[in-house]
């Protein structure tokens, strides 16, 4: 999973979401919301690559949703490094 930064508005910690795992931790544990559409695709899409039924690549785009839906501030992690 590319890296997705998220900031926590209560405690203004950043955390680097790097797989399904933490997301899934992330939006049960520090999610200012327990509902909308976004978040429990979010749930859903996160579990389901543990079983084969999704990718990576899908949990971060329903990731970022879910952090669109809540307006939880995040910025994703180039996949690759930029040359200046």
Known sequence: ?????VACRRSGAVH???STREALRL???AWPVSEG???FSALEV???VAIGKASPEDARLAFI???D??????DVVPATPVSL
Do not use: N
């Open 1 to 5: 999973m590319i890296p997705v930064l």
């Open 27 to 29: 939006l049960f544990t």
């Open 46 to 48: 996160c579990d389901g």
């Open 37 to 39: 559409k976004a978040y």
């Open 69 to 74: 839906e809540a307006k939880v501030p995040y």
């Open 65 to 67: 949703a879910a952090a």
């Open 16 to 18: 680097t979401v790097t």
